[in-house]
């Protein structure tokens, strides 16, 4: 199980790695590419939700990357001096921090637009769709962190379970699951974006971790994922490598 | 047929100031309004080509005012400080010298995101390529731009041919009209693009007005204009507006 997991992360490795950029960005590129690290938690469970249903996840490793890009794309802008002010990410320089604050807001901009035009290599919108209003929560909830005040579970339903919610959603439209089976899936992607950010908090020792401490965050991100399980058993599908994911995510400790 | 123009422009105003936002945004919504403002070409651009088609023009109020919020967009982001640095934008103050840079970084990202939103309301994904092609383009530009160096037919070619031929290309994705027939209306397009960017050097008193002098450019400017006019010729249509939004954009002063 654990092997068809890492399976699927080689795949997005891979695609990643040879994805070719749009060549009008000319000289954007090596600062886009510097932006596409990390543990590809979003695409691979795009690729895990298509294989649950037995489709070919090589016909998904766009909608998966796309979901990738969008979370790159937030993490260049996030990290900038007027937001986060972050010269580190993943052990390395930021974006800004390696090629000066224009390129990195260009950088990002050419993320999400790149990303965007990978979710609309299918014939249906309905990938970009799902990907863009995750991305207009994610904004929504960078400015509802920026302004302050705001409730923490909507704050990070905002900033974080939205895209974690459209990793799997994204992988069933490019799927073409049809929307009369998709209920219970998005009642486990919602449960799947609580859970990761209830992890984060613990993690990052804020949000829910400051609220309930971090026992008491930790009980709510095992009941998140026991929920999250359940809905895993509501659906017909070989969901197996996906309830091995929602225990990882659940004991993750980076 | 001046009327009609200003017909097409009161249409695009009242559905920019109906449009309701994503609510996620939040407080984000009146930076993202006050980035709104602006000559409204071209919108009004793609709705005469849906009108000259007989299209239905109120249906193309999403994908016009989509290729507004991309322009919006870009211009925000190059208003930024490490970027243009400039504080006044229209005879008003810039978003990020009224709301602050993060805010203004926020607002950009939302308004490339709420343009494919609205692109995306129609059946075919192909209003959304078309638009997010150009707004590649457009980001490459000003890459291109920061690093300098470029020959400038290119460089504005990319920073605002682009999405000007959007602005035609769209309307007609939007109205549905077969790729088949495609062809005349892009070398109209790609025309109308030069056009434009030659008057923008011309009043800038950069670019071409620096290369070939301002009477010069000047010249360049009629010869695309005329180039423009015979490509709408062409064109089983009603085109007489666009011939008029040609003249228009010929001889503008602003």
Redesign the interface.
């Known amino acids: 199980m654990q092997q068809r997991t890492n399976e699927l992360r080689a795949l997005v490795e891979s695609y990643l790695a040879e994805l070719a950029l749009?060549p009008?960005?000319?000289?954007?590129e090596p600062a886009v590419r510097h932006a596409l690290g990390g543990k590809r938690i979003r695409p691979v469970l795009c690729l895990a939700t298509g294989d649950a249903i037995g489709a070919r996840v090589e016909n998904l490793l766009p909608a998966a990357a796309a979901v990738e890009l969008v979370h790159s794309?937030s993490l260049v802008?996030d990290d900038?001096p007027?937001?986060d002010d972050d010269r580190e990410r993943r052990g390395t320089t930021s974006v800004w921090a390696q090629y000066?604050?224009?390129?990195a807001?260009?950088a990002?901009?050419?993320l999400?637009?790149?990303a965007?035009?990978l979710a609309?290599i299918?014939?249906?919108?309905a990938v970009?769709?799902e990907l863009?209003?995750a991305?207009?929560?994610m904004?929504?909830?960078?400015?509802?962190d920026?302004?302050g005040g705001a409730p923490l579970d909507q704050l990070h339903a905002?900033k974080t379970g939205a895209l974690l919610s459209a990793s799997v959603m994204c992988g069933l439209w490019a799927a073409d699951v049809p929307l009369s089976e998709h209920a219970p899936w998005r009642a486990f992607a919602g449960e799947l974006g609580l859970l990761f950010q209830i992890v984060d908090d613990v993690l990052d020792g804020d949000g829910y971790a400051l609220e309930v401490g971090e026992d008491g965050a930790r009980r709510l991100a095992e009941e998140a994922a026991e929920r999250a399980h359940a809905r895993l058993a509501d659906i017909d599908a070989d969901t197996s490598v996906l309830d091995e994911i929602v225990g990882e995510l659940a004991v993750r400790t980076a």
């Open positions: 749009t009008e960005l000319g000289t954007l794309f802008h900038l007027a937001l000066g604050e224009a390129t807001i260009l990002g901009d050419a999400l637009a790149e965007i035009r609309l299918y014939p249906t919108a970009a769709r863009i209003h991305t207009l929560a904004i929504g909830g960078q400015q509802m920026l302004e905002l």
